[in-house]
Each structure stands twice: as structure tokens, then as C-alpha cells.
């Protein structure tokens, strides 16, 4: 469980993956929708680099099990609870105590899904699934009503005592919207995807895009909790913001490659696939190694 941080059960919430720098893996994430296949590679974190050229490696997204693969070892069981970033840093959360469908790969293929909030309580177990590092979701049930978008984010399992899973706000894209130098509005349309890289713990600035990604309103934190769509790279907030993302009406996934200036002075391109969906939102905390 994150640590307590207020009565109000505020907490740092961590959808954390470590990324070695010297070996990467990642998952494709075929046709992947709400309640659509998950990440379809079986590998193991940091079990190598793929790319083939030395200079692009895949970075994050991996999981034991998908894509109707049988996987090797026992699934595992995942006690979860609800968290919603609504303020701009996105390091702290509150509980969320909404309704939702929590879900995730089952080990040896398929879903395993478990109703959470109302007469289910605030912490719920999702059982037998892969092992890993892969993409948990969290799909509102009140089809926004509570403020929420539904949310993917990047876990590593199995995790240490109750998995936080994040959910963001609503109001707060759509704050952050109205403040970039050419405002404007959360498309329902599209995907919202949030980053947050780090290092040792701490924000990381000066990662960049390797190339434009599809349909999206790209905004760099300038400053923790302020964001800009005239920077280049991250600031000390760590942030990029993938906001408006296009995505097909039956959900798939993006490929983002970045780069890390303090790394090989750039020269790696570093590669994640994100689950995506129409209205839903992507988060995940990106932990890379030193270079």
C-alpha cells in the first residue's frame, strides 16, 4: 500500500516499472480495447535488448501472459484498490470511491475481471493474473459521471502488499487543457496519455519525443504540475502529456519512442506501446536506470 499521506487517505500513488538501461522489452498491444485482448509478447523485464540496430531498444509494456499464450508459472492474485490523480504534479492521490470494473490479463489467456466500490468495498482481489509487468485497468462504471476516465496504467506484478491503481480526473485534463498556450478541449473521441519518467525516485528532465505521435496535442511539463506545448523535452516534473491521442473506434494501441538526453547523449531511441482506447486515459511511471 502507498504511504498514507492525510486522513483523507491521500497517498503516492506508483504504477512504477524499472527500465534497464542496457536491456529492454516490450509488448504489442494488437486490437487491444476495454475489454479487448492484452499485451500479446511474452518475455521477461529486462531480459534483453530487441531492436537489432544496438540504438533502438523497447522499453516497459512486458507481460508473461497474452494473446491466448500459455503462460509458464502460476498466475497470481492482485488485492487492489482505487486512487484518482486530479492535481497537475500527478504524484499524489486521493481514494477513489466510485464504482468500477477492475481488470487484467489472465494467466493462460483471456480477462479476469472484479466489480470494486459500493456494496464490493474498496479493496478487491483480482485473481490469477499473469505475472509480470503489464497493463492493469480500471473501467468506470458510471460512464463518466463520477469525473473519472477509465485508465490503463503500467504495473509490475506481483506487487508488494495492496496495488494502488490510478484513475485521473476528468476536470484535471481539461484544467491543464485550457492552460497550454493555444487552449483547448478533451476530445471523447480520443485518448488521453499520461507519462512520468524518473530516475532513483526523482522527476527526469530533458527526455524527448524520437518522433510526432498520431493526432496528439504533445504537452512537456515546463515545472511540476505546468505544462507547455512550446518545450521540446521534460522539465523537472518529468511529464510528457499525449493528450487528444487518435485512436481507432475500437480501441488498439500507440507506439511512442523517446529519448533520454542524459543517456548516450540521446543516441538510444527507447520504444513503449500503450493500450489505448476512445475516452479512456493511459498512465504509466516510466523508472529508468542510470546511464
Same mark, same amino acid.
Given at each position: 500500500?502507498?504511504?498514507?499521506?492525510?486522513?483523507?487517505?491521500?497517498?503516492?500513488?506508483?504504477?512504477?516499472?524499472? !527500465?534497464?538501461?542496457?536491456?529492454?522489452?516490450?509488448?504489442?498491444?494488437? @486490437?487491444?480495447?476495454?475489454?479487448?485482448?492484452?499485451?500479446?509478447?511474452?518475455?521477461?523485464?529486462?531480459?534483453?535488448?530487441?531492436? &537489432?540496430?544496438?540504438?533502438?531498444?523497447?522499453?516497459? /509494456?512486458?507481460?508473461?501472459? &497474452?494473446?491466448?499464450?500459455?503462460?509458464?508459472?502460476?498466475? =497470481? @492474485?492482485?488485492?487492489?484498490?482505487?486512487?484518482?490523480?486530479?492535481?497537475?504534479?500527478?504524484?499524489?492521490?486521493?481514494?477513489?470511491?466510485?464504482?468500477?470494473?477492475?481488470?487484467?490479463?489472465?494467466?493462460?489467456?483471456?480477462?479476469?475481471?472484479?466489480?470494486?466500490? /459500493?456494496?464490493?468495498g474498496t479493496s478487491v482481489t483480482l485473481p490469477g493474473v499473469?505475472?509480470?509487468?503489464?497493463? +492493469?485497468?480500471?473501467?468506470?462504471?458510471?460512464?463518466?459521471?463520477?469525473?473519472?476516465?477509465?485508465?490503463y496504467s503500467l504495473q509490475s506484478l506481483p506487487a508488494n502488499?495492496?496495488?494502488? !491503481?490510478?484513475?485521473?480526473?476528468?476536470?484535471?485534463? +481539461?484544467?491543464?487543457?485550457?492552460?497550454?498556450?493555444?487552449?483547448?478541449?478533451?476530445?471523447?473521441?480520443?485518448?488521453? =496519455? =499520461?507519462l512520468r519518467f524518473q530516475r532513483k525516485g526523482v522527476p527526469?528532465? &530533458?527526455?524527448?519525443?524520437?518522433?510526432?505521435?498520431?493526432?496528439?496535442? =504533445?504537452?512537456?511539463?515546463?515545472?511540476?504540475?505546468?505544462?507547455?506545448?512550446?518545450?521540446?523535452?521534460?522539465?523537472?516534473?518529468?511529464?510528457? !502529456?499525449? +493528450?487528444?491521442?487518435?485512436?481507432?473506434?475500437?480501441?488498439?494501441?500507440?507506439?511512442?519512442?523517446?529519448?533520454?538526453?542524459?543517456?548516450?547523449? &540521446?543516441?538510444?531511441?527507447?520504444? +513503449?506501446?500503450?493500450?489505448? $482506447?476512445?475516452?479512456?486515459?493511459?498512465?504509466?511511471?516510466?523508472?529508468?536506470? $542510470?546511464?
Open positions: 500500500m502507498p504511504p498514507m499521506r492525510t486522513s483523507r487517505a491521500r497517498w503516492i500513488a506508483s504504477a512504477a516499472v524499472a !527500465l534497464a538501461a542496457v536491456a529492454f522489452v516490450a509488448c504489442s498491444q494488437a @486490437d487491444h480495447d476495454p475489454q479487448g485482448a492484452g499485451p500479446s509478447c511474452k518475455t521477461e523485464c529486462g531480459s534483453g535488448a530487441v531492436g &537489432g540496430t544496438g540504438t533502438s531498444k523497447d522499453a516497459g /509494456a512486458a507481460s508473461d501472459a &497474452g494473446g491466448g499464450a500459455a503462460d509458464a508459472g502460476p498466475g =497470481v @492474485d492482485v488485492t487492489a484498490t482505487v486512487v484518482i490523480y486530479s492535481e497537475p504534479t500527478f504524484s499524489v492521490a486521493d481514494s477513489y470511491q466510485g464504482a468500477a470494473t477492475l481488470e487484467g490479463d489472465k494467466v493462460g489467456g483471456g480477462k479476469v475481471s472484479v466489480p470494486y466500490g /459500493a456494496t464490493n499473469a505475472a509480470g509487468s503489464g497493463w +492493469l485497468y480500471v473501467d468506470d462504471s458510471s460512464g463518466g459521471q463520477t469525473g473519472i476516465f477509465s485508465t502488499g495492496t496495488l494502488a !491503481l490510478p484513475v485521473i480526473s476528468r476536470p484535471l485534463l +481539461l484544467a491543464i487543457f485550457t492552460k497550454l498556450p493555444i487552449p483547448g478541449v478533451v476530445d471523447v473521441t480520443a485518448a488521453q =496519455v =499520461v527526469l528532465a &530533458g527526455i524527448s519525443l524520437s518522433a510526432p505521435v498520431k493526432g496528439a496535442t =504533445v504537452a512537456f511539463d515546463s515545472g511540476p504540475g505546468v505544462f507547455t506545448t512550446d518545450a521540446k523535452a521534460t522539465s523537472t516534473g518529468g511529464m510528457i !502529456l499525449l +493528450l487528444n491521442t487518435a485512436v481507432a473506434a475500437a480501441g488498439g494501441s500507440i507506439t511512442v519512442g523517446f529519448v533520454d538526453a542524459a543517456a548516450d547523449a &540521446g543516441a538510444t531511441t527507447y520504444t +513503449l506501446t500503450i493500450p489505448t $482506447a476512445a475516452g479512456a486515459a493511459s498512465f504509466a511511471e516510466i523508472q529508468l536506470a $542510470a546511464p
